[in-house]
């Protein structure tokens, strides 16, 4: 892990351990996922519990916020607090069998880190390391750079001599989106943003030239540097280190930034022979001038991809107009573009987060069979975000400012007993212990309202924000959770071995506190031994399996309603309750898992296998279903649903080659997991996990969890018909256009958003003194949707267009459409994301007329192949067809019914 620091420890271990999925939301700084064996649940994150030294640590998702239209800012997951460097061994509890020390949270899996000490050292030690890492991006979204702005590739008149190809007056309009305006690189002149003026004060026109660079040129290469110092020693009596580690990074965005300083105490003192007292603090800052907004609307990658090809991106590294510095930034047309280079710059979104985590626990061996551990841990921190919007922003004119205050604090208190004796042939080890948790937060939050603006531009302060433009808002929670458990192993001439478990928490945020309790019991069988197996080659074949379960509870204020603040009406204070009706009678979730295992190690433990299936059904899902508005509520608390996951998960891995001076070590490890709903609610056919795009990702009733759907295109059903499965079209803006049938009316699935399986593979080759170590990790399918990608293609940006028009060469008329009709799997039907369309937006090739607000252009057009209903009976089904393949475009022979109608090539 400490081989290539990260900024976030969780990416060090992705392809590390099977069964683990681990992603990062956007670059460093983001949020990072991980999730074990898949989903869980429906209402939280499924993120594991983390474990520091005894410590449980928080690592929500929920960590974007957002002042001012459009900017989402991720400020990241308070795991990034760790300081690589610091870890001594990560070891993942999978499933709800490790709930039964660390509680409900731990039913989605635990991740135990210890940290390093000083322990086994006999002198004083100072360790000095230093690390640095370049991300450099290397793959881009595939644009077009060979039309510049516009919506008509236009043709200078006095080559064409007709005064069509210039309809606009220009070959290119800078304020349009899309990108189907003039060729570039073919020695035309145009007037743009940045002409020059001549003495008359009228602009020069400039040479159109493409700049197939421009993100390349906007972004940078990023650079992360780690250097740290520790201080340790130990001795009979104690031992103890010390560490301090600096990380600042320089992201792949300008102007983005992040450091991380972090002081590391872990110390133990041997009170007497049977009394040891130990510690470990860790106390951290982590904070950024600022972090680049995502998706969409501030992003200025967003806006990188937005500049259109005939513009050279560096021109626009002076972003402010001259003479309106801090009030207007300067772009290819204001008011309809931002410049990448000033919302990198000036949009700034800081945070800084102080944190500090640590135990003091106390071992203390009774007798000697009997002892006892009593630990306080806690962990707190504080959280200031800060953002500032400039002036010109497009989606914030009068810029915006805010304040938003984040505090947290979590305390456990928790003691074990353990008694170990052994029997003849029995071992016996018991524990029983309990834990007292309670967690406390608030936000705070003043912001300027979406729209409102500053009163003095570039001014960020609350003060200049207009009392009726001030968005505030306050928030505060607590939560206490008490639990008891106990712990029970035997094992019988080690060789057979039973453990079983219980724990019985009471949540503050269930019905009256009521109690639920959660077992789990194991086997494990060392067949080598039971069978005798004595052959040096054989060194372990164990078997195993179990059953476990594993309460869960809910978020603070989920049973009853109450009052918040609405505003107000005039100088009348308004108050509102919300518009989820809650559930007085709410019950924990409850997670079942069982799995199967095989461990074999051979040949002097140089060859090592390991393989496990398991299944987990979580039951009693708490979420939210809609109501409709008559009832006074938009949605309602429930339990209701079963979630299923299955999976499998090997791994192999060992010792290839061992000599004297050299080794070769490898490992391999392979795991698949699908997860489906088996039960929901009597009213819900599927449950949404998020909408957008036309679309998004729900999970119909007995189906896979991470289904992406997307509208339809409408097409023939009559199987009967010659032009089944061909798009039935409709007439649009003058032209025949496909129709899509909405997403929620057509279970028309595009995608699943989980792998289909996770591949990961370490090796090291070690000469002597020297290493060589890689790792590499493989996620196989898993799909996503690119809102980028989405509206580029809509604007003629994405050269995915180019790939998809039909090339017909000297084919018209008849001969054209009998050649469509004849490949008509190829060049009229939609599958596999293929939209074909005929037509090319210069004359070079088979390019059509169209016409625009009455007037009819000599080219630039292309037609959709396919056809076009001529009536519809009473129930709605098409009575005839016309075909739109070419044959007569534009209606020019009033004979012929099949009317081709074309339309311009950016208005898709």
């Given at each position: ?18 069964g ?39 690592n ?37 069998s490790?709930?039964?020390?660390y ?76 990108t ?56 009979d ?32 003192l ?12 860790d ?13 969409r609307?501030?992003n ?33 047309y ?39 551990m ?61 834990n007292?948790?309670y ?42 959770i ?30 009256k ?11 494990s069988?060392?067949?080598n ?29 989920q ?66 279903t ?37 080794r ?5 490890n392979w795991s ?101 170590s ?113 044959e ?21």
């Open positions: 892990m400490n081989r290539v620091v990260q900024e976030n420890v969780l990416n060090s271990l992705s392809g590390k351990v099977p683990v999925v681990i992603n990062q939301t956007g670059g460093a700084g983001s949020s990072v996922s991980m999730v074990i064996r898949g989903a869980s649940s429906l209402s939280n994150d499924n993120q594991p519990l983390f474990v520091i030294d005894g410590v449980p640590i928080s929500t998702m929920n960590n974007v916020s957002q002042v001012g239209t459009d900017n989402r800012v991720d400020f990241g997951n308070s795991i990034s607090s760790l300081n690589p460097d610091d870890i001594a061994s990560v070891t993942i509890l999978k499933g709800p490790a709930a039964a020390l509680g409900s949270r731990a039913g989605n899996g635990v991740v135990l880190i210890t940290t390093k000490s000083g322990k086994g050292l006999n002198r004083m030690t100072i360790n000095i390391n230093s690390s640095t890492v370049f991300d450099k991006p290397y793959r881009f979204l595939d644009w077009q750079t060979k039309y510049g702005s516009g919506q008509f590739s236009a043709i200078p008149i006095e080559l064409s001599g007709n005064i069509l190809t210039d309809p606009f007056g220009g070959l290119i309009q800078e304020n349009v989106n899309g189907g305006g003039g060729e570039l690189d073919r020695g035309y002149f145009a007037v743009q943003w940045n002409s020059p003026l001549d003495e008359k004060g009228k602009k020069v026109p400039l040479p159109l030239v493409s700049h197939p660079n421009n993100m390349r040129d906007f972004v940078q290469t990023g650079i992360t540097s780690t250097n740290g110092i520790s201080l340790a020693n130990s001795s009596m104690m031992n103890y280190r010390l560490s301090y580690s600096n990380m600042q990074n320089k992201g792949i965005v300008p102007g983005s930034d992040l450091f991380r300083n972090t002081f590391d105490l872990g110390a133990s041997k009170v007497n022979k049977n009394l040891r007292i130990s510690t470990n603090i106390i951290s800052r982590n904070n950024s001038n600022n972090r680049p907004a995502s998706e609307g501030a200025p990658l967003q806006w990188a991809y937005a500049v259109s090809p005939h513009i050279d991106i560096n021109d626009l590294r002076d972003y402010w107009e001259p003479g309106q510095e801090g009030i207007q930034q300067r772009t290819q204001n008011g309809v573009y931002n410049n990448p280079f000033f919302l990198a710059y000036e949009l700034n979104n800081g945070f800084v987060r102080d944190r500090l985590y640590g135990n003091l626990k106390a071992d203390w061996q009774i007798t000697k069979k009997l002892s006892l009593m630990r306080y841990g806690l962990d707190t921190y504080q959280e200031q975000r800060e953002f500032k919007v400039p002036n010109s922003y497009t989606s914030e004119k009068k810029g915006a400012y805010g304040l938003i205050n984040i505090k947290a604090f979590e305390s456990n208190a928790d003691f074990l007993f353990t008694y170990k004796d052994k029997f003849n042939d029995f071992g016996l080890s018991l524990s029983a212990g309990g007292t948790r967690q406390k937060g608030s936000t705070l939050r003043n912001a300027s309202k979406n729209g409102a603006g500053l009163i003095v531009p570039g001014v960020y302060t609350v003060q200049n924000i207009l009392p009726a433009s001030l968005d505030f808002s306050s928030y505060s929670y607590q939560k206490g008490n639990s008891i458990y106990g712990t029970a192993s035997v094992d019988y001439r080690e060789m057979v071995f039973v453990d079983v478990t219980g724990r019985n928490d009471w949540s503050s945020t269930l019905p506190a009521a109690p639920y309790f959660y077992p789990s019991a194991s086997l069988l060392l067949v031994k039971i069978a005798g197996i004595n052959a040096a080659d054989v060194n372990l074949i164990k078997l195993r399996g179990g059953m476990a379960q594993v309460g869960n509870d809910t978020d603070p204020y049973l009853l309603s109450v009052l918040g603040n609405a505003g107000t009406w005039g100088d009348i204070p308004r108050l509102s309750t919300s518009g989820t009706l809650l559930n007085p009678d709410l019950k924990p979730e409850i997670a079942t898992s069982y799995e199967v295992g095989i461990d074999i190690s051979l040949f002097k433990n140089r060859l090592n296998f390991s393989g496990t299936y398991y299944m987990v059904d979580n039951k009693n899902q708490i979420f939210t809609q109501l409709t508005s008559s009832t006074g509520y938009t949605s309602k608390k429930i339990n209701a649903g079963l979630l299923r996951s299955k999976g499998l998960e090997l791994s192999l891995g060992g010792t290839p080659v061992l000599t004297r001076n050299f070769w070590d490898v490992n391999v698949k997991n699908r997860t489906t709903v088996e039960e929901l609610a009597n009213e819900m056919p599927y449950f949404t996990f998020w909408e957008d795009a036309k679309g998004g990702a729900w999970t119909y009733l007995g189906e896979e969890v991470g289904d992406i759907y997307g509208p339809k295109v409408r097409t023939v059903t009559d199987k009967s018909s010659p032009y089944y499965g061909w798009p039935l079209l409709a007439e649009e803006d003058g032209g025949a256009k496909w129709v899509s049938i909405e997403a929620r009316n057509t279970r028309n699935k595009i995608g699943n958003f989980n792998p289909k399986f996770l591949m990961g593979l370490q090796t090291s080759l070690t000469y002597k003194n020297i290493s060589l890689m790792s590499f990790d493989w996620r196989n399918g898993g799909q996503f949707i690119s809102q980028t990608y989405r509206y580029g293609t809509e604007d003629f940006r994405s050269s995915l267009q180019f790939k998809q028009f039909v090339d017909i060469g000297s084919r018209s008329g008849k001969e054209l459409r009998d050649w469509l009709v004849a490949n008509a799997d190829k060049y009229i039907i939609v599958k596999d994301g293929n939209f074909p369309r005929v037509g090319w937006p210069t004359p070079e090739r088979a390019s059509y007329p169209f016409e625009f607000s009455g007037i009819k252009l000599p080219y630039g057009g292309v037609f959709i192949p396919g056809v076009y209903a001529t009536g519809y009976d009473a129930q709605g089904n098409p009575t005839g067809y016309a075909e739109n393949l070419g007569n475009v534009l209606g020019a022979d009033k004979n012929n019914p099949n009317a081709t109608r074309t339309i311009a090539l950016c208005s898709f």
